[in-house]
């Protein structure tokens, strides 16, 4: 275990319409709770998306779904960027591509509690021929709860750092979605190791977050 970064860009145009198979990852935001919203309505819709991993994933918050003859993942948004410069303290930038339908969700946020942030990212090793699980949360493996990551979003004054942008349409799809970032920091009360893969058999377990008084 030790600290590492992430620096993944994802080719979201895999879950509209299947393409060869490219070295680029592949990235879905499987869940997302608290900023102030009922956990039970919040956010609004998800939808199903391809992805061309094949296989059963060790991380079991993902489930796959046929769709015809291809898999497909339920999720809330889709992956584009991901950035964290490694260190626990550091913040964790997100870009997601999410459905217009979910956007008035996430306008004027002014709650920063993040109580679950779930991800997960896949991508295609040629040297191994096959896809593999690149990056999801581990969860605080020291007793807390497993499989998410729990924070804060970050805010600079009267700023939160979540914004959503306006429906538009994306590559040369007709699909519209709407681009949301965000950044989340340490709320100071929980941990999250983070799993990393270089490749289909290279993996590392980074740390994030810190709890005061603590670790």
């Known amino acids: 275990m030790g600290d590492g970064r992430l620096g993944i860009s994802c080719d979201w145009q895999q879950t509209i319409q299947q393409r060869p198979q490219k070295n680029v990852p592949v990235g879905y935001l499987l869940d997302i709770k608290g900023l102030g919203k009922d956990d039970g309505s ?15 994933p060790t991380f079991s918050d993902v489930k796959i779904e046929k769709v015809g003859a291809k898999n497909a993942v339920r999720c809330v948004g889709l992956i584009t960027q991901l950035q964290w410069e490694g260190g626990k303290l550091d913040p964790m930038d997100f870009t997601v591509l999410i459905s217009p ?38 969860g605080d493996e020291s007793g807390g709860e497993a499989n998410m990551l729990k924070g804060r979003i970050n805010q600079k004054g009267n700023e939160v750092m979540l914004h959503v942008g306006e429906p538009e349409n994306v590559g040369v799809t007709d699909v519209k979605f709407c681009q949301m970032t965000f950044q989340v920091i340490p709320d100071k009360l929980n941990l999250c190791n983070i799993h990393y893969s270089h490749n289909a058999e290279a993996k590392d377990v980074y740390s994030w977050g810190y709890k005061e008084g603590g670790q």
């Open 101 to 138: 339908e979910n956007k008035p969700d996430f306008t004027g946020i002014t709650n920063t509690e993040l109580k679950k942030l779930v991800f997960w990212v896949c991508e295609w090793d040629s040297a191994a021929g096959k896809w593999y699980e690149k990056c999801y949360p581990l």
């Open 42 to 56: 919040f956010p609004k819709s998800n939808g199903l998306f391809y992805t061309p991993f094949d296989g059963e």
